[in-house]
């Protein structure tokens, strides 16, 4: 007997799944065409205009689809998406510029040199440059780790106001729940507010029991924090004398990629709240 195929509900992943492609060619009309209505929508991208009006309405509260004119059914892609193709091709371009100095970084120290940037308020490593001893900190590209965890993310939150720290420690806590409920909340801002006015932080043991790093921020040519720059070490080996050199070494390197995206010093740009 034939079996009937498992039909989609609606909390379940495939329908969800299911409806994100048909979001996507939505989105690849209105790529294609410019400008358009939500019949010609529907049409091109076999979905019912009620689902074309529903992802519209989803993407313009997002910026990423916008009404033309007065025609309430005219409809293009909104300016979010030049924000985000900003977005990216600066990470790009800091990426690019910051390689060849975490390279010398990581001959100063040999031990291994991360570039960090936030991503919808979590951690991504983008990139590494390894260090040459058998023991060491090996690549993980990609993965995206908590904000409140590690020297990075504190690198990286204190570039945030407080108001925006506060808001930020409250939705990791409904997100994460007991792992973050744990934390005491006005002592870490305390730790971030310490990393402002120096410049570096220091986590041992902190992301993982054998795995130490200092890091420290990069700033755009408006002051604001943009990227963290951290040296991260196996533990054993991360001595006071490590640790010293491996501040002086992560401070030099972070000015140097920030003077060349533009950022002259004095003081940094506050945050909006």
């Known amino acids: 007997m034939k079996e009937t195929p498992e039909q989609p509900t609606e909390n379940g992943s495939r329908y969800r799944v299911e409806s994100i492609s048909r979001a996507l060619g939505v989105l690849a009309h209105l790529d294609e065409v410019g400008e358009t209505s939500v019949s010609a ?6 979905v019912t205009e009620n689902f074309v ?11 990423l689809a916008r009404r033309v004119g007065a025609d309430p059914d005219k409809w293009a892609l909104g300016f ?17 510029i910051a390689l060849p100095v975490m390279r010398r970084m ?7 040199i991360v570039l960090s940037f936030v991503r919808r308020h979590r951690r991504v ?5 390894e260090s040459t001893q058998n023991v060491r900190r090996v690549r993980q590209v990609g993965p995206e780790i908590p904000l409140y965890v590690g020297a990075a993310g504190r690198v990286l939150l204190s570039g945030f106001s407080e108001a925006e720290l506060l808001a930020y420690l409250a939705s990791a806590a409904a997100a994460d729940g007991v792992v973050i409920n744990g934390l005491d909340v006005e002592a870490y801002a305390r730790q971030v507010a310490v990393v402002r006015e120096t410049g570096v932080a220091v986590a041992e043991r902190e992301f993982s029991v ?13 002051g604001r924090v943009v990227a963290a720059l951290s040296i991260s070490a196996p533990a054993d080996r991360f001595t006071p004398s490590l640790r010293q050199t491996a501040e002086r070494v992560a401070r030099i390197g972070a000015r140097e990629i920030s003077t060349l995206v533009g950022f002259v010093g004095g003081r940094p740009a506050p945050s909006s709240d």
Do not use: K
């Open 41 to 46: 929508i529907a049409e091109s991208a076999r």
């Open 53 to 63: 009006a529903s992802a519209l309405g989803a993407l313009e509260r997002r910026g």
């Open 80 to 96: 979010g998406w030049l924000q985000l193709a900003n977005a990216s091709r600066r990470q790009i371009d800091l990426r690019e």
């Open 106 to 112: 990581r001959d100063d120290v040999d031990e291994t």
């Open 125 to 129: 490593n983008v990139e590494f440059i």
């Open 210 to 222: 054998d795995v130490c790093a200092v890091s420290t921020p990069i700033r755009d040519h408006n």
